[in-house]
Each structure stands twice: as C-alpha cells, then as structure tokens.
C-alpha cells in the first residue's frame, strides 16, 4: 500500500460505483484506520492486530506508531477510563444507565473499545465484534443533560491522563463528537 490512503468501496460496504477514481473512502471498525495527526507514524502499514487469546505471540505488538501508543498505550487508556467509571459511579444520573451492579465489566468493555478505536489491540472486535454505539445506546434516555454529565466525568478521565495539548485536544475533540451523536432524547 503507497503512504497515500488508499481504500476500496467495501471497507464501506458501498459498491465500487459509487466511489468517483481517486476520492478515498474511510476504513471499517476493525480495519485499519488512517492517522488524523502529523505525528511520527508510518503511514500505509498494517496497524498490529492485537494479541489472540489463547495463543502467546513471540513478541508484543509494536503500537508506537499509533496514537494508542504515542500517549502510552494501556496504562494511560487505562488511567483515562477508570477515572471516568469513578465518576458514572459517583454520578446518579449517569449511574442509572448502568444495570449491572458492579460497573468492571462496563469499564472493561469502555477500555477495549476506546484502546482499538486509537490504534492499540483489536480486543474488543474479537470479543463483541462491531461496537454499534448508537445501537448499544438505544436502551437508554441519553439527554443532553447526560451527555453533559457524561462529558464531566470524562473530563476528568482526559485530565489524569497529562495528555500533551496536541493529544489532549485530538482526543477530547473526538470524546465531545461521540457525545453529541449519542443523544437520543429531548
């Protein structure tokens, strides 16, 4: 594959008529996406698939040319959304979104999800396969009110994380745009 993006109509689904020669079209979750920041990546590569379960692989998977790996991939990830959940847990509207009693689980899923999107292990497509968050949202009345509430608290996560402002702001600017699109309630 050439440094230039380079993807074919079904990474969209769509069929190749409807793509006019030379318009790049986006990839599917799972696939490997384009980087968004002139940052030290290497354009064109395969993003690393991420560890099978049940099968050890020789070495880890090399990220550093992600976005997941240039903010310091799992611990920070981690840091980022674990401080979110203490918030969901400390927050009564957002808490009731929740229906399992323990939020681990809801964490676990959040961080596999958030580590893939930006580039780190393909976990969570292996384990639940296409995230479909407006679908996965359907069952809950998410106001803009929630969102909001949603938005706080994951402030919060952004900011333990000392993210560099180019990182910070790529990230935050992507958190804000899901949040707006998941409201689905006056």
Do not use: C
């Not at 230039?4 to 990474?11: D, L, R, T, V």
């Not at 395969?46 to 099968?55: F, H, I, K, N, S």
């Not at 957002?94 to 961080?111: K, S, T, V």
């Amino acid at each position: 594959m050439s440094s230039e993006h380079n993807f074919s109509a079904s990474n969209t689904g769509g069929a190749a008529g409807n793509n006019p020669a030379g318009t790049p079209l986006p990839p599917s979750f799972g696939e490997p996406r384009p980087r968004t920041l002139p940052l030290l990546t290497t354009m064109g590569q395969q993003l690393p698939a991420g560890p099978v379960q049940g099968v050890e692989e020789a070495e880890p998977a090399d990220y550093s040319d992600t976005f997941y790996g240039q903010i310091g991939g799992h611990e920070t990830f981690a840091k980022i959304i674990h401080v979110f959940y203490q918030g969901v847990a400390a927050d009564p509207l957002l808490r009731a979104m929740y229906p399992e009693e323990d939020l681990g689980p809801a964490e676990r899923r959040m961080l596999m999800f958030i580590e893939q999107y930006w580039g780190g292990p393909r976990t969570y497509l292996e384990e639940r396969g296409h995230p479909r968050l407006r679908m996965r949202h359907v069952p809950f009345a998410v106001t803009p009110e929630a969102r909001d509430h949603w938005l706080a608290a994951m402030r919060k996560g952004v900011d333990a994380a000392e993210l560099s402002p180019l990182h910070e702001a790529t990230l935050w600017d992507y958190l804000e745009r899901a949040a707006h699109s998941l409201v689905n309630s006056a």
